[in-house]
């Protein structure tokens, strides 16, 4: 065989083989919806959804946004690494 035809096909195996993950490796878990981060990081405490919604300023986003972050940086939550979605997911709620 010549070493040009085997070229490609040796690229193409290198390809499947690095982007193969590990052995036993379990694939990544699958991202959070902003409803599941609400739901994993605030529901627990926050049954009814309308309450946390009303108590947010009717202003334009970004004041929104502002208000929100502030709240949520003193305010415990069940799931720190959710908070970018859960503040993307009361912004969609509240947008009026």
């Known amino acids: 065989m010549k070493a040009a035809a085997i ?3 040796l690229a193409l195996l ?3 083989l690095l ?8 694939a990544p878990a699958p991202a959070m919806t902003p409803a599941e981060a609400y739901q994993r990081g605030c529901a627990e ?3 009814r959804e309308s309450s946390v919604l009303r108590a947010i300023p009717s202003r ?8 929100i972050e502030r709240f949520m940086a003193r305010h415990p939550c069940a799931c720190d690494e959710a908070r970018p979605l859960i503040l993307d997911y ?7």
């Open 19 to 26: 982007g193969a993950p590990p052995a036993g490796a379990q």
């Open 14 to 16: 290198g390809l499947l």
């Open 7 to 9: 070229l490609p096909s």
């Open 90 to 96: 009361l912004l969609e709620r509240t947008r009026r």
């Open 60 to 67: 334009p986003e970004a004041e929104r946004r502002a208000w």
């Open 45 to 47: 405490c926050h049954r």
